[in-house]
């Protein structure tokens, strides 16, 4: 039986290491750079094609007893708070999809999977800081800060967008400065007055910015992004800041969203410490693997958080590996082929409608505006069916039941 080396336990690693487990393998390695696995203190939506994986994996009650269940989503103008256009989510995820879909704390997500993986004897290792990779004697060898090494029959790089395992596949790559940056916080509900967050994930669109906002840890906090076109590009290019943990100063959000609805004004108000960070973007990569090395995730297709798919896309590949490793045991480099066969193209789809995701959101032309919400607002009141079925090929995608 084949070990399997995983490089990074965020939310991609640590799905992937169930699975694994779960398709029979029995010697799964974490490693991961932090001293602790940890989630972020931010929220993660998680859509029915991903629940559904995660549900797979046996992890239903402990998801069910940390999630809010957002009853819709809502598209407001940002000043009037017009509704422009809606869509059922509760009970009518569950009715189309089969799954639900999940407001979550990352920190409660990332606990669920890390008890998880423990109770599956997962081993993980903390404090390991990959640095290059070598392929010696048949085995691919992950090389550490610390002088270390552990060897394994295929290593697949989970380790996130800055990912060490890219670099040594496929050398260093080049982001682009978006010009966007975004804001997020949390506050907790009760420190707001009732009936101002709807039970919904709310996104409010205005030129050049957006701003969205959502219950998480069964309705007790509020999680908020704000994401703002910054004029000075320039000033952001050379800083490759894509952290979550940077806070930014909130008399500068205040100011960004001064003149916006007062839910959203009343709401960063509450805000106890908001985080900033620049959003960076990437072109699709060509190939994902090389020999018994591959990648998952944000590590092979980082993408704009605009559709809300980014971790979605990381378990869903961390699910169709699992079965290519299974299933081409004893030809792993073709495996990883398949993998990367069967993935790219539906990541690439949804990496670039993430993009195009982001301009609609920000259009400030006040015709562009109009024909934007008449396009929402036609299809959401008139046409609900059509609306619905445009995200069915997102949501509705089901790797569990296999593939070709
Ligand atoms: C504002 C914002 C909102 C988002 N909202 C959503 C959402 O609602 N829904 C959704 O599906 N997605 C969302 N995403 C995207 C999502 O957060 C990511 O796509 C997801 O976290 C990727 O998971 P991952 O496991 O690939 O990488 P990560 O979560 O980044 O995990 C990588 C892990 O590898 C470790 N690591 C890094 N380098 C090394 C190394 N050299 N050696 C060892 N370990 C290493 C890291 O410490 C980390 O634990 C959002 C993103 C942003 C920016």
């Known amino acids: 039986m084949i070990s399997i080396g995983i490089v990074g336990g965020g939310i991609g690693g640590l799905t992937l ?35 559904r994986v995660l549900i797979a994996l046996g992890l239903k009650k402990a998801l069910d007893s940390i999630a809010f269940y957002p009853l819709a989503v809502h598209l407001r103008t940002w000043k009037s708070g017009y509704l422009v256009a809606q869509r059922p989510l509760g009970q009518f995820s569950e009715d189309r999809y089969g799954f639900p879909y999940y407001h979550l704390h990352r920190a409660d997500l990332h606990q669920v999977l890390l008890d998880a993986a423990l109770a599956a004897r997962v081993t993980i290792a903390t404090g390991k800081i990959c640095s290059s990779l070598d392929t010696r004697e048949g085995e691919e060898r992950i090389n550490f800060v610390d002088g270390a090494w552990a060897a394994h029959d295929v290593v697949i790089g989970c380790d996130g967008i800055h990912s060490a395992v890219r670099n040594a596949l496929l050398g260093a790559d080049e982001p682009r400065f978006t010009g966007h940056v975004a804001w997020r916080g949390m506050v907790p509900a009760d420190r707001l007055p009732e009936g101002l967050i709807a039970p919904a994930v709310t996104a409010w669109m205005g030129p050049g910015k957006h701003f969205v906002h959502y219950y998480v840890r069964r309705g007790e906090l509020v999680n908020f992004v704000g994401v703002v076109e910054v004029a000075g590009k320039s000033q952001w290019d050379n800083r490759g800041e894509e952290s979550w943990r940077a806070e930014g100063d909130k008399a500068e959000i205040v100011e960004d969203f001064h003149d916006w609805h007062s839910s959203i004004t009343t709401l960063i108000d509450a805000a106890d410490h908001c985080f900033k960070w620049a959003l960076y973007d990437r072109d699709p990569l060509p190939n994902w693997s090389a020999g018994r090395v591959t990648l998952l995730g944000d590590a092979c297709h980082p993408m704009l958080p605009y559709m809300a798919q980014g971790a979605a896309m990381a378990i869903e590949d961390a699910w169709v590996l699992s079965r290519m490793l299974e299933n081409w045991e004893e030809e792993i480099n073709q495996g990883l082929l398949e993998y990367e066969r069967y993935r790219r193209p539906r990541t690439n789809k949804v990496q670039l409608g993430s993009r195009a995701q982001g301009q609609q959101f920000h259009l400030g032309d006040r015709w562009n505006v109009l024909k934007r919400n008449f396009r929402l607002g036609f299809g959401s009141r008139f046409l609900p069916d059509v609306a619905m079925q445009q995200l069915d090929w997102l949501y509705g995608y089901d790797c569990v039941k296999g593939f070709d």
């Open 17 to 51: 290491a169930l699975a694994c487990r779960q398709a029979g393998f029995k010697d799964i390695f974490v490693y991961e750079q932090a001293d602790r696995v940890e989630g972020l203190g931010a929220g993660i939506q998680l859509s029915p094609n991903a629940s």
